[in-house]
Protein backbone atom coordinates (compact mmCIF):
# COMPACT_ATOMS: atom_id res chain seq x y z
CA UNK A 1 0.00 0.00 0.00
CA UNK A 2 1.20 3.50 -0.60
CA UNK A 3 2.03 5.30 2.33
CA UNK A 4 0.59 8.90 3.10
CA UNK A 5 2.22 12.01 2.77
CA UNK A 6 2.49 15.11 4.61
CA UNK A 7 3.65 17.85 1.81
CA UNK A 8 4.01 21.30 1.11
CA UNK A 9 3.73 23.07 -2.57
CA UNK A 10 5.79 26.29 -2.68
CA UNK A 11 6.21 28.01 -6.37
CA UNK A 12 4.96 31.05 -8.12
CA UNK A 13 1.55 31.82 -9.06
CA UNK A 14 0.94 29.63 -12.39
CA UNK A 15 4.34 27.32 -11.55
CA UNK A 16 1.65 24.45 -11.53
CA UNK A 17 1.23 23.59 -8.07
CA UNK A 18 -2.70 23.01 -8.01
CA UNK A 19 -2.30 20.66 -10.82
CA UNK A 20 0.61 18.54 -9.49
CA UNK A 21 -1.17 18.85 -6.13
CA UNK A 22 -4.55 17.13 -7.32
CA UNK A 23 -2.32 14.33 -9.46
CA UNK A 24 -0.06 13.71 -5.89
CA UNK A 25 -2.79 13.56 -3.82
CA UNK A 26 -4.31 11.02 -6.07
CA UNK A 27 -1.30 8.97 -6.04
CA UNK A 28 -0.44 9.09 -2.07
CA UNK A 29 -4.34 8.89 -1.61
CA UNK A 30 -4.28 12.20 0.88
CA UNK A 31 -6.47 15.31 0.42
CA UNK A 32 -5.62 18.38 -1.80
CA UNK A 33 -5.92 21.26 0.56
CA UNK A 34 -6.06 23.75 -2.07
CA UNK A 35 -6.49 27.47 -0.29
CA UNK A 36 -6.95 28.95 -3.58
CA UNK A 37 -10.19 26.08 -4.38
CA UNK A 38 -11.54 26.84 -0.82
CA UNK A 39 -11.83 30.97 -1.55
CA UNK A 40 -13.27 30.31 -5.06
CA UNK A 41 -16.22 27.51 -3.46
CA UNK A 42 -16.85 30.34 -0.67
CA UNK A 43 -17.54 32.76 -3.42
CA UNK A 44 -19.62 31.07 -5.28
CA UNK A 45 -21.52 30.74 -2.55
CA UNK A 46 -22.40 34.12 -2.04
CA UNK A 47 -22.55 35.30 2.00
CA UNK A 48 -20.56 37.61 3.21
CA UNK A 49 -17.31 35.56 3.19
CA UNK A 50 -17.87 34.93 0.30
CA UNK A 51 -18.42 38.61 -1.04
CA UNK A 52 -15.29 39.69 1.26
CA UNK A 53 -12.22 36.69 -0.43
CA UNK A 54 -13.38 37.90 -3.47
CA UNK A 55 -12.49 41.52 -2.96
CA UNK A 56 -8.92 40.21 -2.01
CA UNK A 57 -8.87 37.80 -4.49
CA UNK A 58 -10.03 40.00 -7.86
CA UNK A 59 -6.88 42.29 -6.78
CA UNK A 60 -4.87 39.54 -6.76
CA UNK A 61 -3.91 40.62 -2.77
CA UNK A 62 -3.49 38.05 -0.21
CA UNK A 63 -6.37 37.20 1.93
CA UNK A 64 -5.50 38.38 5.71
CA UNK A 65 -3.89 35.61 7.82
CA UNK A 66 -5.89 35.38 10.15
CA UNK A 67 -8.56 34.55 8.02
CA UNK A 68 -6.43 31.84 6.37
CA UNK A 69 -5.28 30.06 8.99
CA UNK A 70 -8.42 29.59 10.92
CA UNK A 71 -10.27 27.38 7.72
CA UNK A 72 -6.78 25.77 6.82
CA UNK A 73 -6.78 24.49 10.73
CA UNK A 74 -9.93 23.72 10.26
CA UNK A 75 -9.71 21.26 7.48
CA UNK A 76 -6.24 20.01 8.50
CA UNK A 77 -8.56 18.98 11.73
CA UNK A 78 -10.97 16.42 9.81
CA UNK A 79 -10.17 13.07 9.71
CA UNK A 80 -9.74 12.39 6.67
CA UNK A 81 -6.46 14.62 6.89
CA UNK A 82 -5.35 11.92 8.96
CA UNK A 83 -3.08 10.00 6.49
CA UNK A 84 -1.65 13.31 5.34
CA UNK A 85 -2.36 15.81 3.34
CA UNK A 86 -1.09 18.32 0.07
CA UNK A 87 -0.96 21.38 0.85
CA UNK A 88 -1.18 23.96 -2.35
CA UNK A 89 -1.34 27.78 -1.72
CA UNK A 90 -0.86 27.30 1.90
CA UNK A 91 1.29 28.43 3.62
CA UNK A 92 2.38 31.75 1.83
CA UNK A 93 3.68 34.50 4.84
CA UNK A 94 6.04 33.71 7.82
CA UNK A 95 2.71 34.06 9.80
CA UNK A 96 1.14 31.19 7.85
CA UNK A 97 4.32 28.63 8.25
CA UNK A 98 4.41 29.60 12.17
CA UNK A 99 0.81 28.81 12.41
CA UNK A 100 0.98 25.62 10.40
CA UNK A 101 4.07 24.64 12.35
CA UNK A 102 1.80 25.06 16.07
CA UNK A 103 -1.44 23.41 14.59
CA UNK A 104 1.20 20.48 13.87
CA UNK A 105 2.44 20.26 16.88
CA UNK A 106 0.48 17.75 18.33
CA UNK A 107 0.51 15.22 15.56
CA UNK A 108 3.44 14.25 13.12
CA UNK A 109 5.40 17.58 11.16
CA UNK A 110 5.28 18.22 7.45
CA UNK A 111 7.67 16.30 5.69
CA UNK A 112 8.65 17.85 2.76
CA UNK A 113 8.28 21.21 1.21
CA UNK A 114 8.64 21.26 -2.92
CA UNK A 115 9.67 24.25 -4.48
CA UNK A 116 8.12 24.11 -7.94
CA UNK A 117 10.82 26.37 -10.27
CA UNK A 118 9.03 27.85 -13.27
CA UNK A 119 10.82 31.06 -15.18
CA UNK A 120 8.53 34.49 -14.64
CA UNK A 121 7.80 34.47 -18.83
CA UNK A 122 6.59 31.08 -19.01
CA UNK A 123 3.89 31.43 -15.43
CA UNK A 124 3.10 34.79 -17.58
CA UNK A 125 2.10 32.35 -20.39
CA UNK A 126 0.21 29.89 -18.39
CA UNK A 127 -1.89 32.48 -16.77
CA UNK A 128 -2.27 35.08 -19.56
CA UNK A 129 -3.79 31.78 -21.62
CA UNK A 130 -5.48 29.81 -18.86
CA UNK A 131 -9.42 29.59 -18.85
CA UNK A 132 -11.20 27.62 -16.69
CA UNK A 133 -14.55 25.81 -16.36
CA UNK A 134 -16.87 27.83 -13.96
CA UNK A 135 -18.65 24.92 -12.52
CA UNK A 136 -16.51 22.16 -11.97
CA UNK A 137 -12.93 24.26 -12.17
CA UNK A 138 -11.32 22.16 -15.13
CA UNK A 139 -8.22 23.72 -16.59
CA UNK A 140 -7.97 24.59 -20.35
CA UNK A 141 -5.39 26.83 -22.18
CA UNK A 142 -6.00 29.67 -25.41
CA UNK A 143 -3.07 27.83 -26.77
CA UNK A 144 -2.67 24.24 -25.78
CA UNK A 145 -5.50 23.28 -24.66
CA UNK A 146 -9.29 24.70 -26.03
CA UNK A 147 -12.57 23.15 -25.06
CA UNK A 148 -14.34 21.13 -27.69
CA UNK A 149 -17.31 23.03 -28.12
CA UNK A 150 -16.19 26.77 -27.82
CA UNK A 151 -16.72 28.25 -23.89
CA UNK A 152 -18.14 25.16 -23.44
CA UNK A 153 -16.26 22.18 -20.38
CA UNK A 154 -15.44 18.91 -22.03
CA UNK A 155 -16.45 17.39 -18.56
CA UNK A 156 -19.53 19.06 -17.51
CA UNK A 157 -20.81 21.33 -20.07
CA UNK A 158 -20.28 24.45 -17.49
CA UNK A 159 -19.21 28.01 -19.10
CA UNK A 160 -15.32 28.00 -19.60
CA UNK A 161 -14.54 31.76 -18.75
CA UNK A 162 -11.14 33.64 -17.58
CA UNK A 163 -10.67 33.76 -13.85
CA UNK A 164 -10.46 37.33 -12.12
CA UNK A 165 -7.27 37.79 -10.73
CA UNK A 166 -5.74 36.30 -14.09
CA UNK A 167 -5.90 40.07 -15.83
CA UNK A 168 -2.43 41.53 -16.25
CA UNK A 169 -3.07 43.85 -13.15
CA UNK A 170 -3.79 41.10 -11.05
CA UNK A 171 -0.99 38.49 -12.08
CA UNK A 172 1.82 41.44 -11.79
CA UNK A 173 0.45 42.21 -8.33
CA UNK A 174 0.49 38.46 -7.32
CA UNK A 175 3.87 37.71 -8.57
CA UNK A 176 5.33 40.96 -6.81
CA UNK A 177 3.71 39.54 -3.79
CA UNK A 178 4.84 35.98 -4.01
CA UNK A 179 8.70 38.13 -4.23
CA UNK A 180 7.92 39.86 -1.00
CA UNK A 181 5.56 37.59 1.09
CA UNK A 182 6.19 33.83 -0.10
CA UNK A 183 10.10 33.45 -1.68
CA UNK A 184 11.00 34.15 2.13
CA UNK A 185 10.36 30.83 2.62
CA UNK A 186 11.77 29.10 0.63
CA UNK A 187 14.71 29.80 2.97
CA UNK A 188 13.14 29.36 6.33
CA UNK A 189 12.16 25.76 4.82
CA UNK A 190 15.64 24.77 3.58
CA UNK A 191 17.04 25.51 7.02
CA UNK A 192 15.07 22.85 8.49
CA UNK A 193 16.21 20.98 5.93
CA UNK A 194 12.65 19.85 4.13
CA UNK A 195 12.98 21.67 1.13
CA UNK A 196 13.04 19.92 -1.98
CA UNK A 197 13.74 21.65 -5.44
CA UNK A 198 12.02 20.27 -8.63
CA UNK A 199 12.25 21.47 -12.05
CA UNK A 200 8.58 22.60 -13.17
CA UNK A 201 9.28 22.45 -16.93
CA UNK A 202 7.56 20.02 -19.25
CA UNK A 203 4.77 18.33 -19.28
CA UNK A 204 2.35 17.81 -16.04
CA UNK A 205 3.34 14.01 -16.19
CA UNK A 206 6.73 14.68 -16.77
CA UNK A 207 6.51 17.26 -13.67
CA UNK A 208 4.94 14.52 -11.42
CA UNK A 209 7.22 11.67 -12.05
CA UNK A 210 10.48 13.85 -11.46
CA UNK A 211 8.50 15.84 -8.61
CA UNK A 212 7.82 12.35 -6.75
CA UNK A 213 11.22 10.66 -7.25
CA UNK A 214 12.30 13.97 -5.61
CA UNK A 215 10.19 13.77 -2.64
CA UNK A 216 10.43 9.55 -2.58
CA UNK A 217 14.53 10.19 -2.17
CA UNK A 218 14.15 13.24 0.44
CA UNK A 219 11.83 10.82 2.52
CA UNK A 220 14.26 7.84 1.79
CA UNK A 221 11.98 5.55 0.30
CA UNK A 222 12.87 5.81 -3.38
P1 LIG B 1 -4.60 30.24 -5.93
O1 LIG B 1 -5.79 29.66 -6.52
O2 LIG B 1 -3.74 29.42 -5.05
O3 LIG B 1 -3.82 30.89 -7.12
P2 LIG B 1 -2.30 31.12 -7.36
O4 LIG B 1 -1.40 31.03 -6.21
O5 LIG B 1 -2.27 32.42 -8.09
O6 LIG B 1 -1.89 29.91 -8.19
P3 LIG B 1 -2.41 29.49 -9.57
O7 LIG B 1 -3.64 28.67 -9.45
O8 LIG B 1 -2.53 30.69 -10.46
O9 LIG B 1 -1.17 28.67 -10.08
P4 LIG B 1 -0.68 27.20 -9.75
O10 LIG B 1 0.75 27.24 -9.35
O11 LIG B 1 -1.62 26.48 -8.84
O12 LIG B 1 -0.70 26.59 -11.19
P5 LIG B 1 -1.81 25.69 -11.91
O13 LIG B 1 -1.57 24.26 -11.65
O14 LIG B 1 -3.17 26.26 -11.67
O15 LIG B 1 -4.97 31.55 -5.05
C1 LIG B 1 -5.86 32.52 -5.57
C2 LIG B 1 -5.95 33.69 -4.60
O16 LIG B 1 -6.47 33.26 -3.32
C3 LIG B 1 -4.62 34.38 -4.25
O17 LIG B 1 -4.23 35.34 -5.21
C4 LIG B 1 -5.01 35.05 -2.90
O18 LIG B 1 -5.82 36.18 -3.09
C5 LIG B 1 -5.86 33.96 -2.26
N1 LIG B 1 -5.05 33.03 -1.46
C6 LIG B 1 -4.87 31.70 -1.68
N2 LIG B 1 -4.11 31.15 -0.73
C7 LIG B 1 -3.79 32.15 0.13
C8 LIG B 1 -3.00 32.20 1.32
N3 LIG B 1 -2.39 31.11 1.82
N4 LIG B 1 -2.89 33.40 1.94
C9 LIG B 1 -3.50 34.50 1.48
N5 LIG B 1 -4.26 34.52 0.36
C10 LIG B 1 -4.40 33.35 -0.32
O19 LIG B 1 -1.37 25.96 -13.44
C11 LIG B 1 -1.48 27.22 -14.05
C12 LIG B 1 -1.75 27.03 -15.53
O20 LIG B 1 -0.65 26.38 -16.14
C13 LIG B 1 -2.98 26.14 -15.83
O21 LIG B 1 -3.62 26.62 -16.98
C14 LIG B 1 -2.37 24.76 -16.06
O22 LIG B 1 -3.18 23.96 -16.90
C15 LIG B 1 -1.05 25.13 -16.73
N6 LIG B 1 0.01 24.17 -16.43
C16 LIG B 1 0.28 23.57 -15.23
N7 LIG B 1 1.35 22.76 -15.34
C17 LIG B 1 1.78 22.87 -16.64
C18 LIG B 1 2.85 22.27 -17.40
N8 LIG B 1 3.70 21.40 -16.82
N9 LIG B 1 2.98 22.61 -18.70
C19 LIG B 1 2.11 23.49 -19.29
N10 LIG B 1 1.07 24.07 -18.63
C20 LIG B 1 0.91 23.77 -17.34
Redesign the pocket.
Known amino acids: MIPGIRLVLL ?10 ASYLARHYVVPHV ?4 M ?2 EAVREGADLGRELKS ?2 DA ?4 P ?1 DL ?1 IRLVVERLGRPDADRGFVL ?6 RP ?1 AEALDQALDSRDGVEAVVN ?1 LVPDDVVMR ?2 S ?2 RVCADCGA ?1 Y ?1 LE ?2 LPREEGRCDQCGGRVVQRD ?1 DTPAAIAR ?1 LALYAEATAPLVDFYRERGLLVEVD ?5 IE ?1 FDRLVKAVETRLGRA
Open positions: GKQGAGKGTQSTGDFRYMGELVDVDGFPRTQLRLGRNHERDRGLGTPV
